[in-house]
């Protein structure tokens, strides 16, 4: 099993794939704790895909919600924070969970979704304040429930 991202790095140098094992519950609903993940290489990630990157020194897995030139806004399902990076940074692409091709989200998913990031932000990243406003609940109604 790869443990971090220069071993899944240079693993992929050489494999067109690699399975590993969830860990966290940031992707919740989609991908849950020790749920079986397959990542493929790729050079061409677009938004709504789910992503497996190096962010502050740890190995995220979370999905794309927007793409400038080449810079993407990632973020978890289940997660607050937006987390921006190069395009380089990406390793791999999430393509199937527990040998299910990976669903992909709505239009209208990838907006709440964003909209949670950027409150999260502007309530300087005020976790309680942000899980008890309206718009988080209905977010948490609507996709992770």
Not at 10 to 37: N, Q, W
Not at 46 to 57: L, N, P, T
Request: hydrophobic share 40%; with cysteine.
């Amino acid at each position: 099993m790869v443990a971090d991202i220069k071993g899944l790095k240079a693993y992929l140098l050489f494999h067109d794939y690699v399975e590993i094992k969830a860990v966290g519950t940031s992707m919740l609903p989609s991908i849950r704790e020790g749920d079986c993940i397959k990542i493929e290489k790729t050079q061409f990630p677009k938004v709504g895909d789910v992503v497996v990157f190096s962010f502050e020194e740890q190995l995220i897995m979370h999905r794309i919600i927007k793409e400038i030139a080449d810079l993407v806004w990632c973020k978890g399902d289940n997660s607050l924070r937006i987390e921006v990076i190069p395009r380089g940074d990406i390793v791999g692409v999430v393509k199937e969970i527990n040998s299910r091709e990976i669903p992909m989200v709505s239009v209208k998913f990838l907006q709440a979704s964003t909209q949670i990031g950027k409150l999260f932000i502007r309530y300087k990243y005020d976790r309680e304040k942000l899980l008890q406003s309206r718009e988080y609940l209905e977010y948490h109604k609507e996709y992770l429930e």
